[in-house]
């Protein structure tokens, strides 16, 4: 019996310390998709109520945060970007237990309105990776020792950067870009060397283009696949080599902008081009060159779209950053159901059972329940500070980061 107790124990330890059910390890939690398994989160909050902490902030920024065991992790750049950090922090009352900063030697541009930092760190429970741009891609373990780091090269691009890495397995994907030199990369996770990097092409076509799109690590048909939404087209990657399984092109007049991921439905793929530009639905199904022969309905206007909705049944939810409104769409055919003005979008969708949240840039969190037939509101809650993020659901709790506080929003 003693011996099946240590080996009880030590099965514990060696469990607290990779991913859990309750956690939410990446952007966009577990499966990048935005669903999670929660159930019975709190609803309703203000800033002095259900908060069961906060702690200010340094700087501003857009990154969400990620959670694994008792630790919250986010980024943080300076108002220059010449320091770019990773900072951990305690889940039961929000102290700080350990910050990494780089230091970066060069001032590279950005939007006002995306500070330095705007990548989502990714943890497997056991490490935690963050992409800094220019300044590199870091991993460490969970309390804060360095395990390895790349210099992938400069991205440099008006608007700033904000792809966020992923991590399946034992590797660790990232969409190298917005850049002259634009490159989707597979690193091995234990010692950050190269598995592949496949060169996204820059198309010689007018207007803005960039692609600031997390991706998103599924299987379709049985077959497992990356797919990534780059500037002009939608590209699904094989994990073993980066080969280029399908692309489906989508070509803006406003420009190649690609700032949401893609939505997956049953059988289907929705995509929305940034700065008011395309939005399609086509099928996944083949290889090779989709456009022509699976394209399902093309609307070549619509709302700006920075944060990403969710697919539920045979409808396509979407948080729209302007004009402020949360949509309703058909999947198959793209027609708008319903459209309800409720505030301005960057941050995405998630999902707790039949449960919808989305922060606004004046961070008030709607929870609604996704029905076809209305919006069908259950609660809005202000916590009247500017976010660009999206929340973090984790073990019956939120987590919500704000330009200026982190919260744990839950029993105190």
Same mark, same amino acid.
């Given at each position: 019996?003693?011996?099946?107790?240590?080996?009880?124990?030590?099965?514990?330890?060696?469990?607290?310390?990779?991913?859990?059910?309750?956690?939410?390890?990446?952007?966009?939690?577990?499966?990048?998709?935005?669903?999670?398994?929660?159930?019975?989160?709190?609803?309703?909050?203000?800033?002095?109520?259900?908060?069961?902490?906060?702690?200010?902030?340094?700087?501003?920024?857009?990154?969400?945060?990620?959670?694994?065991?008792?630790?919250?992790?986010?980024?943080?750049?300076?108002?220059?970007?010449?320091?770019?950090?990773?900072?951990?922090?305690?889940?039961?009352?929000?102290?700080?237990?350990?910050?990494?900063?780089?230091?970066?030697?060069?001032?590279?541009?950005?939007?006002?309105?995306?500070?330095?930092?705007?990548?989502?760190?990714?943890?497997?429970?056991?490490?935690?990776?963050?992409?800094?741009?220019?300044?590199?891609?870091?991993?460490?373990?969970?309390?804060?020792?360095?395990?390895?780091?790349?210099?992938?090269?400069?991205?440099?691009?008006?608007?700033?950067?904000?792809?966020?890495?992923?991590?399946?397995?034992?590797?660790?994907?990232?969409?190298?870009?917005?850049?002259?030199?634009?490159?989707?990369?597979?690193?091995?996770?234990?010692?950050?060397?190269?598995?592949?990097?496949?060169?996204?092409?820059?198309?010689?076509?007018?207007?803005?283009?960039?692609?600031?799109?997390?991706?998103?690590?599924?299987?379709?048909?049985?077959?497992?696949?990356?797919?990534?939404?780059?500037?002009?087209?939608?590209?699904?990657?094989?994990?073993?080599?980066?080969?280029?399984?399908?692309?489906?092109?989508?070509? !803006?007049?406003? *420009?190649?902008?690609?700032?949401?991921? +893609?939505?997956?439905? %049953?059988?289907?793929? @929705? =995509?929305? /081009?940034?700065?008011?530009?395309?939005?399609?639905?086509?099928?996944?199904?083949?290889?090779?060159?989709?456009?022509?022969?699976?394209?399902?309905?093309?609307?070549?206007?619509?709302?700006?779209?920075?944060?990403?909705?969710?697919?539920?049944?045979?409808?396509?939810?979407?948080?729209?950053?302007?004009?402020?409104?949360?949509?309703?769409?058909?999947?198959?055919?793209?027609?708008?159901?319903?459209?309800?003005?409720?505030?301005?979008?960057?941050?995405?969708?998630?999902?707790?059972?039949?449960?919808?949240?989305?922060? !606004?840039?004046? *961070?008030?969190?709607?929870?609604?329940? +996704?029905?076809?037939? %209305?919006?069908?509101? @259950? =609660?809005? /809650?202000?916590?009247?500070?500017?976010?660009?993020?999206?929340?973090?659901?984790?073990?019956?709790?939120?987590?919500?980061?704000?330009?200026?506080?982190?919260?744990?929003?839950?029993?105190?």
């Amino acid at each position: 019996m003693l011996r099946l107790a240590l080996v009880l124990i030590c099965t514990s330890l060696v469990s607290s310390e990779v991913v859990r059910a309750a956690d939410w390890p990446a952007f966009r939690g577990p499966r990048g998709d935005g669903f999670s398994d929660e159930k019975n989160l709190p609803t309703e909050w203000s800033q002095d109520k259900n908060v069961k902490w906060k702690v200010a902030l340094p700087h501003p920024g857009n990154s969400s945060p990620v959670v694994t065991g008792n630790r919250v992790f986010i980024t943080i750049g300076n108002e220059d970007g010449t320091q770019r950090g990773l900072y951990c922090y305690n889940r039961a009352d929000g102290s700080l237990l350990w910050s990494k900063v780089v230091a970066f030697d060069r001032v590279l541009p950005t939007h006002k309105t995306n500070p330095y930092g705007a990548p989502t760190p990714a943890t497997d429970g056991k490490s935690v990776v963050v992409w800094h741009g220019s300044a590199g891609l870091f991993c460490y373990d969970v309390d804060g020792k360095e395990i390895w780091h790349r210099d992938l090269g400069e991205f440099k691009h008006e608007w700033g950067y904000a792809a966020s890495p992923v991590i399946p397995q034992d590797r660790v994907y990232q969409n190298c870009a917005p850049g002259a030199a634009p490159f989707f990369g597979a690193f091995d996770l234990a010692t950050g060397r190269d598995l592949w990097r496949v060169p996204e092409p820059n198309r010689e076509r007018s207007g803005y283009k960039g692609s600031w799109s997390t991706p998103l690590v599924t299987k379709l048909n049985g077959v497992e696949q990356i797919l990534c939404f780059q500037p002009s087209r939608v590209v699904s990657y094989a994990p073993n080599d980066g080969k280029i399984i399908w692309e489906y092109k989508l070509e !803006s007049g406003k *420009g190649d902008l690609a700032y949401s991921s +893609p939505m997956l439905g %049953k059988g289907l793929c @929705v =995509a929305i /081009n940034g700065f008011s530009g395309l939005a399609t639905g086509f099928k996944l199904d083949g290889s090779g060159d989709l456009t022509g022969k699976n394209k399902l309905w093309d609307v070549p206007r619509n709302p700006q779209s920075i944060g990403t909705g969710v697919i539920i049944g045979d409808h396509v939810y979407i948080p729209d950053a302007g004009p402020s409104t949360i949509r309703c769409l058909e999947a198959a055919t793209g027609k708008e159901v319903w459209a309800e003005r409720m505030g301005s979008y960057w941050g995405s969708i998630v999902m707790a059972g039949d449960l919808a949240y989305v922060t !606004s840039q004046s *961070g008030e969190t709607v929870v609604f329940r +996704p029905n076809p037939e %209305k919006f069908d509101l @259950v =609660a809005k /809650n202000n916590l009247g500070e500017h976010c660009n993020a999206t929340p973090a659901l984790s073990d019956g709790q939120i987590f919500i980061r704000t330009y200026e506080n982190l919260y744990c929003i839950g029993a105190k």
